[in-house]
Protein backbone atom coordinates (compact mmCIF):
# COMPACT_ATOMS: atom_id res chain seq x y z
CA UNK A 1 0.00 0.00 0.00
CA UNK A 2 3.09 2.44 0.45
CA UNK A 3 4.57 1.57 -2.49
CA UNK A 4 1.19 2.00 -4.63
CA UNK A 5 0.99 5.71 -3.49
CA UNK A 6 4.44 6.72 -5.11
CA UNK A 7 3.08 4.31 -8.62
CA UNK A 8 -0.15 6.33 -8.81
CA UNK A 9 0.37 9.86 -10.83
CA UNK A 10 3.06 8.85 -13.15
CA UNK A 11 3.36 8.06 -16.49
CA UNK A 12 5.92 7.34 -19.50
CA UNK A 13 7.56 10.45 -21.06
CA UNK A 14 9.30 9.89 -24.95
CA UNK A 15 12.76 9.08 -22.86
CA UNK A 16 11.25 6.22 -21.42
CA UNK A 17 11.61 7.91 -17.97
CA UNK A 18 8.20 8.03 -15.23
CA UNK A 19 7.25 11.39 -15.11
CA UNK A 20 4.60 12.11 -12.82
CA UNK A 21 1.04 13.75 -14.00
CA UNK A 22 -0.25 14.73 -10.13
CA UNK A 23 1.06 15.32 -6.85
CA UNK A 24 -0.53 13.87 -3.78
CA UNK A 25 -0.37 17.12 -0.52
CA UNK A 26 0.34 15.55 2.30
CA UNK A 27 -0.78 17.96 4.54
CA UNK A 28 -0.67 18.43 8.23
CA UNK A 29 -1.25 15.46 10.57
CA UNK A 30 -4.84 15.84 11.98
CA UNK A 31 -6.12 13.65 14.30
CA UNK A 32 -9.54 12.85 12.69
CA UNK A 33 -11.65 14.11 15.47
CA UNK A 34 -10.54 17.37 15.18
CA UNK A 35 -10.61 17.48 11.55
CA UNK A 36 -13.69 19.30 10.94
CA UNK A 37 -13.04 22.19 13.40
CA UNK A 38 -9.64 22.57 11.47
CA UNK A 39 -11.83 22.70 8.58
CA UNK A 40 -14.05 25.32 9.61
CA UNK A 41 -11.60 27.52 11.43
CA UNK A 42 -9.78 27.58 8.60
CA UNK A 43 -12.55 28.00 6.40
CA UNK A 44 -13.42 30.88 8.81
CA UNK A 45 -9.90 32.72 8.00
CA UNK A 46 -10.17 32.38 4.30
CA UNK A 47 -13.92 34.17 4.89
CA UNK A 48 -12.73 36.95 6.54
CA UNK A 49 -9.62 37.44 4.89
CA UNK A 50 -11.34 37.63 1.23
CA UNK A 51 -14.23 40.25 3.24
CA UNK A 52 -11.73 42.10 5.21
CA UNK A 53 -9.28 42.97 2.00
CA UNK A 54 -12.27 43.68 0.25
CA UNK A 55 -13.51 46.03 2.33
CA UNK A 56 -10.06 48.25 2.47
CA UNK A 57 -9.95 47.82 -0.92
CA UNK A 58 -13.94 49.28 -1.82
CA UNK A 59 -12.86 51.72 1.02
CA UNK A 60 -10.12 52.98 -0.49
CA UNK A 61 -11.97 53.67 -4.10
CA UNK A 62 -14.72 55.53 -2.47
CA UNK A 63 -14.03 57.25 0.46
CA UNK A 64 -12.53 60.87 -0.60
CA UNK A 65 -11.12 60.92 2.89
CA UNK A 66 -8.73 57.77 1.86
CA UNK A 67 -7.51 59.27 -1.18
CA UNK A 68 -4.00 59.26 -0.25
CA UNK A 69 -0.84 57.72 -1.16
CA UNK A 70 -0.40 55.53 2.19
CA UNK A 71 -4.28 53.92 1.55
CA UNK A 72 -3.36 53.52 -2.03
CA UNK A 73 -1.01 51.06 -1.21
CA UNK A 74 -3.01 49.85 1.63
CA UNK A 75 -5.16 48.86 -1.43
CA UNK A 76 -2.32 47.08 -3.46
CA UNK A 77 -1.38 44.95 -0.52
CA UNK A 78 -4.90 43.88 0.58
CA UNK A 79 -5.26 42.71 -3.64
CA UNK A 80 -2.00 40.90 -3.18
CA UNK A 81 -3.43 39.40 0.25
CA UNK A 82 -6.43 37.89 -1.31
CA UNK A 83 -4.57 36.75 -4.61
CA UNK A 84 -2.16 34.85 -1.91
CA UNK A 85 -4.81 33.43 0.25
CA UNK A 86 -7.19 32.47 -2.70
CA UNK A 87 -4.11 30.79 -4.38
CA UNK A 88 -3.04 28.26 -0.95
CA UNK A 89 -6.41 28.23 1.42
CA UNK A 90 -8.71 26.35 -0.45
CA UNK A 91 -6.31 23.29 -1.85
CA UNK A 92 -5.70 23.25 2.09
CA UNK A 93 -9.16 22.87 3.08
CA UNK A 94 -9.92 20.33 0.28
CA UNK A 95 -7.41 18.77 1.89
CA UNK A 96 -7.87 18.19 5.58
CA UNK A 97 -11.35 17.45 4.62
CA UNK A 98 -9.49 14.47 2.31
CA UNK A 99 -6.67 13.83 4.63
CA UNK A 100 -4.47 14.19 1.96
CA UNK A 101 -4.79 16.46 -1.39
CA UNK A 102 -4.50 15.46 -5.16
CA UNK A 103 -3.57 17.74 -7.51
CA UNK A 104 -2.37 17.93 -11.16
CA UNK A 105 1.57 18.45 -11.53
CA UNK A 106 -0.20 21.47 -14.25
CA UNK A 107 -1.99 22.85 -10.99
CA UNK A 108 1.08 22.46 -8.98
CA UNK A 109 3.17 24.88 -11.25
CA UNK A 110 -0.05 27.09 -11.27
CA UNK A 111 -0.16 27.20 -7.64
CA UNK A 112 3.77 27.62 -7.43
CA UNK A 113 3.81 30.76 -9.97
CA UNK A 114 0.88 32.64 -7.98
CA UNK A 115 1.99 32.27 -4.83
CA UNK A 116 5.69 33.85 -6.29
CA UNK A 117 3.75 36.38 -7.58
CA UNK A 118 1.55 37.23 -4.57
CA UNK A 119 4.67 37.17 -2.21
CA UNK A 120 6.92 39.07 -3.80
CA UNK A 121 4.28 41.57 -4.62
CA UNK A 122 4.00 41.68 -1.07
CA UNK A 123 7.43 42.10 -0.22
CA UNK A 124 7.81 44.96 -2.26
CA UNK A 125 4.36 46.88 -1.45
CA UNK A 126 5.17 46.82 1.70
CA UNK A 127 8.70 48.28 1.17
CA UNK A 128 7.08 50.91 -0.94
CA UNK A 129 4.70 51.57 2.20
CA UNK A 130 7.81 52.31 4.24
CA UNK A 131 9.35 54.75 1.79
CA UNK A 132 5.84 56.62 2.12
CA UNK A 133 6.35 56.53 5.74
CA UNK A 134 9.62 57.94 5.69
CA UNK A 135 8.66 60.26 3.24
CA UNK A 136 5.58 61.76 5.26
CA UNK A 137 7.78 62.02 8.63
CA UNK A 138 10.94 63.15 7.47
CA UNK A 139 10.60 64.86 4.19
CA UNK A 140 6.83 66.20 5.21
CA UNK A 141 7.42 69.86 2.60
CA UNK A 142 8.53 67.36 -0.17
CA UNK A 143 5.77 64.74 0.34
CA UNK A 144 2.61 66.13 -1.53
CA UNK A 145 5.31 66.84 -4.43
CA UNK A 146 6.91 63.42 -4.61
CA UNK A 147 4.38 61.31 -3.33
CA UNK A 148 1.92 62.69 -6.14
CA UNK A 149 -1.09 60.35 -7.67
CA UNK A 150 1.34 59.65 -10.94
CA UNK A 151 4.28 58.19 -8.63
CA UNK A 152 2.17 56.07 -7.12
CA UNK A 153 0.34 54.66 -9.78
CA UNK A 154 3.89 54.24 -11.74
CA UNK A 155 5.79 52.76 -8.14
CA UNK A 156 2.72 50.45 -7.98
CA UNK A 157 2.45 48.78 -11.60
CA UNK A 158 6.35 48.70 -11.24
CA UNK A 159 6.06 46.79 -8.70
CA UNK A 160 3.18 44.05 -10.25
CA UNK A 161 5.62 44.21 -13.05
CA UNK A 162 8.64 43.26 -11.11
CA UNK A 163 6.71 40.01 -9.27
CA UNK A 164 5.77 39.37 -12.91
CA UNK A 165 8.88 38.96 -14.03
CA UNK A 166 9.91 36.97 -10.56
CA UNK A 167 7.18 34.37 -11.54
CA UNK A 168 7.68 33.75 -15.54
CA UNK A 169 11.86 33.25 -13.65
CA UNK A 170 10.97 30.91 -11.04
CA UNK A 171 8.23 29.05 -13.60
CA UNK A 172 10.58 28.50 -16.48
CA UNK A 173 13.44 27.24 -13.75
CA UNK A 174 11.38 24.91 -11.88
CA UNK A 175 10.05 23.13 -15.39
CA UNK A 176 13.63 22.61 -16.22
CA UNK A 177 13.38 19.61 -13.37
CA UNK A 178 12.65 16.33 -14.21
CA UNK A 179 10.34 14.82 -11.59
CA UNK A 180 9.87 11.07 -12.30
CA UNK A 181 8.75 10.58 -8.66
CA UNK A 182 7.79 9.85 -6.07
CA UNK A 183 4.98 12.49 -6.36
CA UNK A 184 4.24 13.16 -2.74
CA UNK A 185 5.28 16.32 -1.26
CA UNK A 186 5.39 16.66 2.36
CA UNK A 187 3.41 20.22 2.37
CA UNK A 188 -0.11 21.45 2.37
CA UNK A 189 0.70 23.35 -1.27
CA UNK A 190 3.34 23.33 -3.76
CA UNK A 191 5.92 25.21 -1.70
CA UNK A 192 9.09 25.72 -4.18
CA UNK A 193 11.59 24.05 -1.30
CA UNK A 194 8.98 21.14 -1.03
CA UNK A 195 8.76 20.68 -4.42
CA UNK A 196 12.14 20.44 -5.18
CA UNK A 197 12.64 17.36 -2.97
CA UNK A 198 10.78 15.09 -5.41
CA UNK A 199 12.58 16.25 -8.34
CA UNK A 200 14.78 13.29 -9.45
CA UNK A 201 17.26 15.63 -11.80
CA UNK A 202 20.17 17.77 -10.19
CA UNK A 203 18.30 20.14 -8.10
CA UNK A 204 20.98 23.29 -7.88
CA UNK A 205 19.87 24.60 -11.22
CA UNK A 206 16.80 25.72 -8.57
CA UNK A 207 18.69 25.91 -5.87
CA UNK A 208 21.07 28.75 -7.32
CA UNK A 209 18.49 31.16 -8.93
CA UNK A 210 16.20 30.70 -5.99
CA UNK A 211 19.11 32.07 -3.65
CA UNK A 212 19.82 34.56 -5.89
CA UNK A 213 15.99 36.13 -6.47
CA UNK A 214 16.16 36.11 -2.76
CA UNK A 215 18.14 39.65 -2.85
CA UNK A 216 15.79 41.57 -4.89
CA UNK A 217 12.50 39.90 -3.74
CA UNK A 218 13.37 39.40 0.22
CA UNK A 219 16.91 41.25 1.39
CA UNK A 220 16.28 43.87 -0.77
CA UNK A 221 12.84 45.28 0.38
CA UNK A 222 12.86 44.26 3.97
CA UNK A 223 16.51 46.35 3.90
CA UNK A 224 14.96 49.04 2.48
CA UNK A 225 12.75 49.15 5.18
CA UNK A 226 14.93 49.19 8.07
CA UNK A 227 17.05 52.06 6.50
CA UNK A 228 13.51 54.01 5.85
CA UNK A 229 12.42 53.58 9.57
CA UNK A 230 15.61 54.15 11.27
CA UNK A 231 15.45 57.70 10.20
CA UNK A 232 11.46 57.97 10.83
CA UNK A 233 12.88 56.66 14.35
CA UNK A 234 15.54 59.22 14.34
CA UNK A 235 13.31 61.73 13.09
CA UNK A 236 10.10 60.75 15.43
CA UNK A 237 12.88 61.12 18.88
CA UNK A 238 13.83 64.50 17.90
CA UNK A 239 10.05 65.96 18.53
CA UNK A 240 10.25 67.58 21.31
CA UNK A 241 6.24 66.70 22.84
CA UNK A 242 5.44 63.53 23.45
CA UNK A 243 1.99 63.49 21.86
CA UNK A 244 3.75 64.83 18.68
CA UNK A 245 5.84 61.43 18.89
CA UNK A 246 2.81 59.08 19.86
CA UNK A 247 1.05 60.76 16.84
CA UNK A 248 3.85 60.11 14.34
CA UNK A 249 4.36 56.38 15.66
CA UNK A 250 0.85 56.14 15.41
CA UNK A 251 1.05 56.29 12.27
CA UNK A 252 3.43 53.43 11.32
CA UNK A 253 2.97 50.63 13.69
CA UNK A 254 0.56 48.78 11.61
CA UNK A 255 2.61 49.14 9.07
CA UNK A 256 5.44 47.64 11.20
CA UNK A 257 3.16 45.21 12.77
CA UNK A 258 2.77 43.37 9.46
CA UNK A 259 6.01 43.88 8.12
CA UNK A 260 7.93 42.04 11.16
CA UNK A 261 5.44 39.22 10.73
CA UNK A 262 5.50 38.90 7.13
CA UNK A 263 9.10 38.82 7.06
CA UNK A 264 9.88 36.81 9.97
CA UNK A 265 8.58 33.97 8.94
CA UNK A 266 9.66 34.02 5.32
CA UNK A 267 13.06 34.70 6.58
CA UNK A 268 12.75 31.84 8.86
CA UNK A 269 11.86 29.85 6.20
CA UNK A 270 13.90 30.38 3.32
CA UNK A 271 16.77 31.52 4.50
CA UNK A 272 16.99 29.95 8.04
CA UNK A 273 15.32 26.54 7.00
CA UNK A 274 14.51 24.27 9.99
CA UNK A 275 15.68 20.67 9.78
CA UNK A 276 13.70 17.53 8.35
CA UNK A 277 13.02 16.78 11.56
CA UNK A 278 10.90 19.58 12.20
CA UNK A 279 8.93 19.85 8.69
CA UNK A 280 5.14 20.18 10.60
CA UNK A 281 6.70 23.38 12.13
CA UNK A 282 7.51 24.56 8.55
CA UNK A 283 4.08 24.13 7.56
CA UNK A 284 2.65 25.84 10.43
CA UNK A 285 5.46 28.97 9.41
CA UNK A 286 3.86 28.50 6.06
CA UNK A 287 0.36 29.03 7.18
CA UNK A 288 1.65 31.95 8.72
CA UNK A 289 2.00 34.00 6.11
CA UNK A 290 -0.29 32.16 3.79
CA UNK A 291 -3.14 32.34 5.34
CA UNK A 292 -2.73 34.33 8.81
CA UNK A 293 -0.82 37.48 7.65
CA UNK A 294 -3.78 38.18 4.83
CA UNK A 295 -5.92 37.92 7.98
CA UNK A 296 -4.04 40.05 10.09
CA UNK A 297 -3.25 43.26 7.66
CA UNK A 298 -7.06 44.29 7.68
CA UNK A 299 -7.72 43.50 10.77
CA UNK A 300 -4.44 45.85 12.23
CA UNK A 301 -5.19 48.47 9.85
CA UNK A 302 -8.93 48.76 10.83
CA UNK A 303 -8.85 48.26 14.39
CA UNK A 304 -5.56 50.97 14.51
CA UNK A 305 -6.63 53.40 12.24
CA UNK A 306 -8.73 56.32 12.68
CA UNK A 307 -9.55 56.83 9.20
CA UNK A 308 -10.52 53.43 8.00
CA UNK A 309 -12.78 53.08 11.24
CA UNK A 310 -14.40 56.96 10.19
CA UNK A 311 -14.63 55.63 6.88
CA UNK A 312 -16.58 52.06 7.73
CA UNK A 313 -19.06 54.56 10.24
CA UNK A 314 -20.08 56.50 6.78
CA UNK A 315 -20.33 53.88 4.77
CA UNK A 316 -22.45 52.12 7.80
CA UNK A 317 -24.57 54.83 8.36
CA UNK A 318 -24.96 55.38 4.43
CA UNK A 319 -26.17 51.95 3.52
CA UNK A 320 -28.62 52.03 7.01
CA UNK A 321 -30.47 54.95 5.65
Known amino acids: MGEERFVLGRQRNSNNQTAISDVVLLGFEIFPNIRVFVFVLLLLIYGLTVCGNLLIIILVAYSKTLHSPMYFFLSQLSTSDIMLATNIVPST ?16 IVQLTFFVFSGSTECVILAVMSYDRYMAICKPLHYTSVMNPTFCVNISGLSWLFSILIMVICANTVTKLDFCGPNVVDHFFCDPTALAKIACSDTTIIDLPIMYLSVPVLYMPFLSIIISYSYVVSTVLKIPTRSGKEKAFSTCSSHLTVVFIFYITLICMYSVPFSGASININKVMSLMYTAGTPLINPVIYSLRNKDIKVAVEKVTKFCTC
Open 93 to 108: LHGVLHKRGRITFGEC
